[in-house]
């Protein structure tokens, strides 16, 4: 029930769309609700022979017709009401499930798969917006109908009433003891249901990998498996449901049989007029229809509390990185980072740093030097606090990140990946994403210092043109130079840079390399270093090892202290086939 009263209250603003879907579902239900009344009538008059009224059996008919036509028009206003409330409320719950996860922390990420959270939405929020278009639409009318039907039954005959209401505890106490082991049923078909959509999500984001490596196999028989599994349950659990179902409506039939015969008997001796009987006969038949919407409220009540739970899982997720209520504004006037005693672990169980402390004087660059999984990229996430440390604490100019907004420090900073970040759209887009009130000439001038207006001006549609999904469009290099185009537009006073060269061809590798040397000067910089002669020209060198500090010096100084640096600087003039593994291990490009 707990769950249900979410669902029902998922879009409480939509009031009004309730409340007049539920007005006309009772004028539809009043206007079916009369016609067995006046054909009652009209029998009885008919059975009078030659003495009845044809001025009364004229106006019945014309009664009838004008119920069945009022009908019709109030059922299509509410038809059309209901499906503006669908699509408001699909609205509303789609644009609340992106925007919480957009606030979600990045831990939250790291461990689902975005293909399962794009099938969760499809399909928690088409099920809970089903759901309430159902309840607005059939569950007052199944109210409505049952009281009004019963109470005219009772004014005829208290027996017939009291056989046609036994019907609704019987039918819903058959009907509710199935839920249990249906959605036991409906949790497994969503759970192999979100795995399939999620490895169908991956293999088409990355389908040159799929393709390059022959996988396309391996890939369908994945999807194959997990819907595969969905189809195997569905025939028992569709085997289970319509069994009960038949169940039910045999208790249907019997009580049906028991109704009718009593009319049939009591209408032979007399004690009905022939009007009495064939009013509480339709009245019957009224009253089946609602019974048998009970079965697809029910179930229709389970396939959502079932399919909504992983939806208010997610909103009931809640940030580990959030702003203190008393949290400032970032104010940077130089640009000094100060990392002080940090600790840190993504889980209690492990720890990835230890103690780290050092630091980045205000327009200097630092490069971090270490081997896989040593923290390097760790250190940048805890800088633009997608994580917050375990202990210890980082300032910037003397301000502790951990008492500033989110926003502030993050618009201070910015980031050049290793793999260039594009989205689909235009070229112009990409470059003015940090600030989309940026001018054509802001973008022009941020692009040239790129070195990306001299192959953006040769293309047909310039700076609109479209580059694809991630920028599938353009090669490595364009790609590069757009981005650190667009963190040069940003103009943010710190910088972090996750070296962008390592992959590329020479001549792209120049032009990169020029372009963030625009982007580097008078800003503070931290570098993840992919190449030795990157480390070679910066002001500073941070090594790590175990998860903690090793060596801190300026290139010149530790190339002879024997550390880190001074070997990888060895293994590079050796050129053997063990020393070449060894710098991969550091993830230095040879």
């Not at 208290?158 to 019987?170: D, R």
């Not at 194959?224 to 208790?251: C, I, T």
């Not at 702003?323 to 720890?351: M, Q």
């Not at 994580?387 to 907004?405: E, P, W």
Request: glycine share 6%; with cysteine; proline share 2%.
């Amino acid at each position: 029930m707990r769950q249900l009263g979410k669902i029902l209250l998922s879009a409480k603003e939509l009031w009004r769309y309730y409340v007049a879907i539920g007005i006309f579902t009772i004028l539809v239900s009043a206007s079916a609700l009369m016609q067995p009344l006046l054909s009652g009538w009209a029998i009885g008059d008919i059975s009078k022979g030659k003495s009845a009224s044809l001025g009364f059996a004229v106006f019945l008919a014309i009664g009838i017709f004008l119920l069945d036509f009022l009908q019709n028009i109030f059922n299509n206003i509410g038809g059309y009401l209901g499906d503006q409330m669908s699509t408001k409320l699909n609205f509303i719950l789609s644009r609340r499930y992106f925007e919480h996860l957009l606030n979600l922390p990045q831990s939250f990420f790291d461990r689902e798969l975005s293909g399962k959270l794009i099938n969760r939405l499809n399909r928690s929020i088409n099920q809970i917006t089903n759901f309430i278009q159902m309840m607005s639409n059939n569950f007052l009318q199944f109210l409505f109908t049952t009281i009004f039907a019963l109470a005219i039954v009772a004014y005829y005959s208290w027996q017939v009433a009291l056989m046609l209401f036994a019907l609704y505890p019987i039918y819903i106490f058959m009907t509710v003891r199935t839920s249990g082991k249906w959605s036991s049923y409906q949790e497994q078909k969503n759970h192999n249901y979100d795995i399939a959509s999620g490895r169908f999500a991956e293999a088409i984001g990355q389908i040159k990998v799929v393709k390059s490596y022959i996988q396309q196999g391996r890939e369908l028989s994945i999807f194959k498996h997990h819907y595969g599994k969905v189809n195997e349950l569905n025939a028992p659990q569709s085997k289970f449901w319509h069994k009960q179902d038949v169940m039910r409506r045999v208790v249907l039939n019997v009580i049906f049989f028991a109704v009718y015969l009593y009319i049939f008997v009591e209408g032979v001796r007399g004690v009905m007029s022939p009007g009495e009987a064939v009013a509480l006969i339709l009245y019957g038949m009224q009253i089946r229809t609602p019974i048998f919407t009970i079965s697809m409220i029910v179930q229709n009540t389970q396939r959502a509390i079932s399919d909504s739970r992983d939806y208010y899982q997610i909103m009931n997720t809640e940030p580990d990185v959030v702003d203190v209520p008393s949290a400032k504004t970032l104010v940077i006037n130089n640009g000094e980072i100060i990392f002080d005693s940090v600790n840190f672990g993504y889980s209690k169980d492990s720890t990835v740093l230890k103690n780290i402390s050092f630091t980045i004087d205000p327009n200097c660059k630092v490069a971090l030097v270490g081997e896989s999984g040593e923290g390097k990229s760790t250190l940048t996430n805890l800088l633009l606090r997608l994580y917050d440390v375990t202990s210890g604490k980082i300032l910037i100019d003397g301000q502790n990140i951990s008492q500033v907004t989110q926003d502030s420090l993050r618009s201070n900073i910015g980031v050049v990946f290793q793999e260039p970040a594009l989205f689909s759209g235009t070229i112009r887009e990409n470059i003015s994403y940090a600030n989309n009130n940026a001018s054509y000439e802001d973008i022009v001038r941020a692009a040239k210092a790129a070195n990306a207006d001299e192959f953006i001006s040769k293309f047909e549609k310039g700076y609109d043109t479209e580059i694809g999904e991630r920028g599938l469009k353009l090669s490595g290099g364009q790609k590069q130079r757009i981005a650190i185009a667009r963190a040069l537009l940003k103009n943010p006073p710190i910088l972090i840079l996750d070296e962008a060269t390592s992959s590329l061809d020479s001549k792209s590798e120049h032009m990169v390399q020029q372009a963030l040397e625009h982007l580097m000067k008078d800003r503070t910089t931290l570098i993840i270093a992919h190449r030795l002669s990157t480390i070679s020209q910066v002001d500073k060198i941070i090594t790590l090892k175990n998860g903690t500090v090793d060596e801190i010096g300026a290139p010149r100084d530790l190339a002879k202290s024997g550390g880190i640096y001074s070997q990888l600087l060895n293994l590079q003039h050796q050129a053997t086939e063990a020393g070449d593994k060894k710098l991969k291990e550091f993830e230095i490009a040879i």
